[in-house]
């Protein structure tokens, strides 16, 4: 009751901001722009079939859909819980009659409803493919799913590094680094041949998504994302009591 | 100031004991306690505060305040000791003793793009006031904090004066019994304090207040009792008529004429801690002593011939200072009680 009052207070929060039009406007500017040039290629090739349709391409199959998702993220998640250290605000909440979970539930609520709203948009997409070819509508509801599961992952993550940072911008940095290095690790798959390899594509965002972008649906993946979004979880509301011990 | 203290422990003593008998304990803090390393930002702290009492909690800047506030609302967990709110173990279930008390943090944080009645509502329902129950709720604690007129507008473009009384309403939003508020009035303009002093006067025999200030006019002004902070001690802890009873025990004084002759009249009347001092032409000191002090003093400048230009009470003011300055002198009350005016000409 309390999580849903929070996360309702930092969504209206976050569209009476100029930040979230302009996170939603470049980021449409930016998609938009990736689209048209996989559109454009494919327009180009003689014969474009299985898994290299525009929307495989566009859903995760390219450095094009995860150059935004790194930097957009950690700028979604940033002000969490850093703004209201800032400001002072989160006096009144940690004193309010809550506990930590319901606090971490509100604020990672809301992280969700700004990913899935970034998202949005992108039906778009799928719908001008729809009128000039053919979709595999399973390959675009696991890639949906992959999306939900990748937010799950990178929200939670990113919030955690939100009450961890003293300000905003040491929370996007520290969000960038940790994305950053799952990105980079799972990169690493393909260039590290050594035992553990697998380890790499397990964590491998990358993999992920192109396979859910595919219609693949890996349950191993999905556990991953929502072991390591527990997990973030479970530290974001340590963080919080930890911080009223130090103070 | 030995003896100053040791009037106050006293008074302490008894004051609890009295107030034991009369009234339950709305809050208790026994030996709270909050290290940051080696420093002890509060000290072995213990108080109690009974039920319908204001309760001034007085110290200079820095003395531990906001840090106590933080440790009784849970903000801050403490280094060691105890807080109970209504008998609830405020350190062991937070969740339960958060929910008896209405806080008004230090500097009043607010998020600036709601609007007065957006806040409100978001703040009731984070108390888990029932949905029904809600706008009565709100419309109560509008009225009790005076800001009915200023539900429709946005926090952010609201004067600090306002922004204290939304403050105030969103500690009186769930009806609590213990009310604890950080500075209410610090950084407003005269009127505005005024204002806020009233409310608080207004609870009495209502709420529970516990309001802490390093303004002493404010103590006085609006509470029964004060706890005194100094250093992250306590210092002293009474009743505002007692300890302006005790204050009037001393007495200063300027005269002219020989500084012998009054010194010793002084004594003989019967008054301790005589201390007489020749300042350019004039003799300034101070007595202390048992019922009317003043009368003793004038008569005793009578006998020794010496002119009374100047007869002054101890004030609060310098009870005060006496327990929240290091070692501090009466010949630098002059120039204290100067500037103390002055800070009191600013506040009000």
């Known amino acids: 009751m309390s999580a849903i009052a929070i996360a309702k207070r930092e969504v209206r929060a976050y569209f009476s901001s100029p930040t979230a039009y302009v996170v939603l406007l470049a980021w449409v500017y930016v998609t938009g722009l990736s689209f048209y040039l996989l559109m454009s290629f494919s327009a180009s090739q003689d014969s474009v079939g299985g898994s290299d349709n525009p929307l495989t391409l566009f859903f995760g199959g390219t450095v094009l859909f995860w150059l935004p998702v790194l930097v957009f993220a950690p700028v979604m998640t940033m002000r969490l819980f850093a703004q209201e250290r800032a400001t002072g605000t989160l006096e009144p909440l940690l004193t309010a009659p809550v506990g930590e979970w319901a606090i971490t539930t509100g604020k990672f609520l809301a992280a969700m409803f700004f990913w899935i709203a970034l998202w949005i948009p992108s039906l778009f997409y799928v719908w001008i493919v729809t009128r000039y070819g053919s979709i595999d509508a399973g390959a675009v509801a696991a890639s949906y799913l992959g999306i939900f599961g990748i937010g799950l992952f990178y929200m939670s993550w990113g ?16 969000c960038f680094l940790v994305h950053g290095l799952f990105f980079v690790a799972g990169i690493g798959q393909f260039v590290y041949q050594g035992e553990g390899r697998e380890i790499l594509s397990y964590v491998s965002v990358w993999t992920h998504m192109s396979d859910f972008a595919r219609g693949i649906v890996d349950t191993r993946y999905l556990v991953f994302q929502v072991t390591m979004s527990a997990l973030a979880f479970v530290l974001t509301t340590q963080v919080l009591a930890f911080r009223r011990l130090r103070g | 100031m030995p003896d100053r203290e040791r009037v106050l422990g006293g008074m302490m003593v008894s004051l609890r004991g009295e107030r034991d008998a009369l009234t339950p304990r709305v809050l208790s803090v026994e030996h709270l306690t909050k290290r940051y390393g080696p420093r002890h930002a509060v000290d072995n702290l213990s108080f109690e505060v009974g039920e319908g009492e204001i309760v001034g909690f007085l110290g200079p800047n820095g003395a531990g305040k906001t840090t106590t506030l933080r440790m009784i609302t849970g903000f801050l967990a403490p280094s060691s000791g105890a807080v109970q709110v ?12 958060r929910q008896h008390i209405g806080y008004m943090p230090e500097g009043v ?10 806040y409100l509502r978001y703040r009731g329902e984070l108390k888990g006031i029932p949905k029904r129950e809600r706008e009565d709720a709100l419309d109560r604690a509008l009225a009790q904090a005076g800001v009915e007129d200023a539900v429709e507008r946005i926090i952010g473009h609201l004067s600090k004066g306002y922004r204290q009384r939304v403050g105030l309403a969103d500690a009186l939003l769930a009806d609590p019994p213990l009310l604890i508020l950080d ?5 407003l303009d005269p009127n505005q304090i005024r204002g806020i002093r009233e409310l608080i006067r207004g609870f009495a025999g209502k709420k529970t207040v516990f309001v802490s200030t390093h303004i002493l006019p404010e103590v006085e002004a609006t509470c029964e009792r004060v706890v005194i902070l100094n250093q992250g001690r306590l210092v002293g802890e009474g009743g505002i008529e007692e300890l302006r009873a005790s204050a009037g025990q001393e007495v200063g004084f300027v005269a002219s004429g020989d500084r012998d002759a ?6 003989e009347a019967g008054l301790r801690d005589v201390d007489v001092f020749v300042d350019g032409e004039v003799l300034r000191g101070r007595a202390k002593g048992e019922g009317v002090v003043s009368e003793k003093v004038f008569a005793a400048a009578g006998n020794a011939g010496a002119k009374l230009r100047e007869l002054k009470p101890g004030s609060l003011e310098e009870v005060f200072a006496g327990l929240t300055q290091v070692g501090p002198d009466w010949r630098d009350d002059k120039k204290k009680r100067r500037k103390g005016r002055a800070t009191r000409g600013e506040q009000e």
Do not use: C, F, W
């Not at chain 2, 209504?86 to 003793?97: L, V, W, Y």
């Not at chain 2, 944080?109 to 957006?118: I, K, W």
């Not at chain 2, 500075?183 to 950084?187: L, Q």
């Not at chain 2, 009054?262 to 004594?267: F, K, P, S, T």
């Open chain 2, 183 to 187: 500075e209410p009035t610090s950084g």
């Open chain 2, 86 to 97: 209504r008998g609830i173990d405020a350190i062991a279930k937070p969740k339960e003793a």
């Open chain 2, 262 to 267: 009054l010194q010793e009249a002084l004594i």
């Open chain 2, 109 to 118: 944080p607010l998020y600036p793009e709601m609007r007065v009645y957006e």
């Open chain 1, 159 to 174: 919030m955690l590094m939100s009450a961890l940072a003293p300000t905003q911008i040491v929370a996007a940095i520290l």
